[in-house]
């Protein structure tokens, strides 16, 4: 049989998928002709079969150095569920575990072992001398580098491998990686005649959607009726800050929603819990700060809520990417505001890399604020050319009104040169609106020519004016002078009435009668409320419980939702299921397909 005829006949037989997904069968050829290889694939692209797969065709066990603990345990888990041999090995096991695990990779019973860098770095001769290893995957690939934005200095000694064997295959494997990084993966990994698979990172299952400018009050309202509408689902919320996290999480109790919290003050055995609880089925919503999510493949997560703005494109792109591994409609929020741009770029200012930092924090602050499809920002900026706009994001389903926002700004502009550019954005709108707060009285700003000018806007809309003028660079914030608004040279071009300015028609929040947040759920969001469905996903988790694996382990969202549909009540048709392999069958074909002949009786 040929290669590709026989990586047909295993991906079918033991990960239960009919087809390859674009870019894996070429990827398995390259590897299984012992050749090199970058893969850069989005989260959930599934990268994961581009080494398990191969690893099942050669003689040998493959290493797969992996930096998250979390993580190997779940593959091990999926991997034993269609009855693959693989185990782990890094400093959470017992030494009877090690020495277990060690003794089944020595005499060859595993196809695949997973590490950690340090175990692999630290054991290097020894893992090599012991089997015949068929081939290295290196997963999270950037962390070997600087230019990465997850950089870590033990993968740097991964360059052992190639510099000892260097005929030996390597994988490398990102979700991640810029052009700079890529290349510099390839020279620091010391890769020879690498192919490189640059896979589209458009997850079109994922609705994108931004919100700006709004209170707190009126976001968390906003929070609470979108999870209101998504009961069964998991989501995860992130927020900027460990404080939040928490607070968050206790307004969402007192209307009656759960959710654990994550963040890294919390204790290792808490956040396990939180984590596991989660990854089971057992808490559906997590208010969490970015360190959560690094180590979960949680393939049913239906939606993914940005409390604040992310630092960077791509921290953002992956942490929205932890929705809807599956395929299935899942759908994001970002919320933005002026004030976590200020907060994440005095971060960035600190970070030992304050320029590229700051840069990248503009690029994901023009995302926020973009008035064209943001799909086609988020691919330009990995490189992707993509001329169709979405239709699955805020802008193309709701597109802004672009209107003569001159006299707008003007109004704006005044109103900071008189009070000798001293005010930042709240209380230039209440000058602008003129507001009697006493703090204004106070500082006579009531005296100036533009109090109240800008009566007639919303201090909502004033609040979206502002932040178009910051990033049309009209204004610019004075950092050094407790970031007060400062009047940019084209800023000064506009209030001098020397050039014109657009901007998008500011727009209402739900609460005030926008359709908005609604038109996306009806429009977009595929309900599953089938009874069979529900069925059967209480049967997968009484399983995922007896067996101790997490529910999605057993069978995915999608394979369930497929057997919703075409009911199947043979054995035949039930392997023709996406998701189903022989050993998937085995176990749990009958079980499943009783629930389904029990839910065709019941109805006849
Ligand atoms: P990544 O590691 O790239 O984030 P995974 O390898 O975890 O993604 O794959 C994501 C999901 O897609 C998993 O549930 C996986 O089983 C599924 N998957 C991978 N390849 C295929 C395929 N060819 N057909 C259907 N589903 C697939
Ligand atoms: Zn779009």
Redesign the pocket.
């Not at 694939?41 to 581009?50: V, Y």
């Given at each position: 049989m040929q290669t590709s005829e026989l990586a047909q006949s295993t991906?079918k037989k033991h990960?239960?998928?009919?087809?390859?997904?674009p870019l894996?069968s070429e990827i398995i050829e390259t590897i299984v002709n012992h050749k090199d290889s970058l893969v850069l694939?989005?989260?959930?692209?599934?990268?994961?079969?581009?080494y398990?797969l191969p690893a099942l065709l050669m003689e040998g066990t493959c290493i797969v150095v992996s930096p998250l603990i979390s993580l190997m345990k779940d593959?091990v888990d999926?991997l034993h569920s269609a009855n693959i041999k693989a185990a782990y090995m890094n400093s959470s096991q017992t030494p009877a575990e090690t020495i277990a695990t060690w003794e089944k990779y020595r005499t060859g019973a595993l196809k695949l072992l997973y590490i950690s860098p340090e175990k692999l770095i630290s054991k290097f001769d020894r893992l090599m001398n012991a089997t015949r290893v068929s081939l290295i995957a290196i997963?999270e690939a950037h962390c070997i580098s600087s230019w990465g934005h997850d950089f870590r200095e033990e993968y740097t000694k991964l360059s052992i491998i190639k510099k000892t064997y260097p005929k030996l295959p390597v994988i490398a494997?990102t979700?991640t990686a810029d052009k700079l990084t890529r290349e510099d993966i390839i020279k620091q990994l010391k890769l020879t005649n690498t192919s490189r698979f640059i896979s589209s990172f458009d997850r079109p299952n994922l609705s994108i959607r931004v919100r700006s400018g709004l209170s707190k009050k009126k976001k968390e309202n906003e929070i609470i009726s979108f999870i209101k509408k998504r009961e069964k689902e998991c989501g995860i919320i992130y927020c900027l800050s460990r404080k939040n996290t928490e607070s968050l999480s206790e307004t969402l109790e007192n209307f009656g929603i759960k959710s654990g919290v994550y963040h890294a003050g919390m204790s290792a055995k808490q956040r396990n819990k939180v984590q596991t609880d989660f990854i089971n089925d057992e808490i559906q919503i997590i208010c969490a700060t970015i360190a959560f999510g690094m180590g979960i493949?949680k393939?049913n997560v239906r939606w993914v809520i940005h409390y604040n703005m992310p630092k960077n494109i791509e921290s953002y792109y992956q942490e929205i990417?932890r929705a809807g591994?599956?395929?299935l409609p899942s759908d994001t929020v970002l919320y933005y505001n002026y004030n976590d741009a200020l907060i994440l770029h005095q971060f960035a200012l600190e970070s030992g890399q304050a320029e590229l930092n700051i840069s990248k924090l503009k690029r994901m602050q023009h995302f926020a604020e973009a008035t064209t499809c943001r799909r086609k920002i988020i691919l330009t900026y990995f490189n992707e050319h993509q001329t169709e706009d979405c239709g699955n994001c805020d802008v193309c389903k709701n597109p802004p009104k672009m209107i003569d926002g001159t006299i707008i700004a003007q109004k704006a502009l005044a109103a900071s040169f008189r009070t000798k550019e001293k005010v930042g954005t709240q209380m230039l709108i209440k000058i602008l609106r003129g507001s009697s707060d006493k703090d204004l009285i106070n500082k006579n700003y009531h005296f100036l020519k533009t109090y109240g000018v800008g009566k007639e806007i919303s201090t909502d809309h004033w609040q979206q004016y502002i932040m178009q003028m910051l990033n049309l660079g009209l204004f610019e914030i004075a950092y050094d002078r407790g970031f007060a608004l400062a009047i940019s040279e084209s800023g000064k071009e506009v209030l001098y009435s020397k050039r014109t300015v657009e901007l998008a028609q500011a727009i209402d929040t739900p609460s005030s009668k926008s359709k908005s947040m609604e038109t996306f759920r009806d429009e977009n969001h595929d309900i599953i409320v089938d009874e069979l469905f529900e069925s059967l996903r209480q049967l997968r988790l009484a399983i995922a419980k007896r067996d101790k694996v997490p529910p999605?382990i057993v069978f995915?969202d999608?394979a369930l939702k497929e057997m919703a549909l075409k009911k199947p009540v043979t054995s035949i048709d039930f392997l023709m299921i996406?998701?189903v392999g022989e050993a998937k069958l085995e176990k749990y074909g009958k079980t499943f397909i009783n629930c389904i002949q029990e839910y065709l009786i019941n109805q006849e």
């Open positions: 991906l990960f239960g998928y009919h087809s390859f997904r894996q694939m989005p989260t959930g692209g599934g990268k994961s079969i581009c398990q593959q999926a997963d494997l979700a493949d393939s990417g591994r599956d395929g999605y995915n999608a996406s998701g």
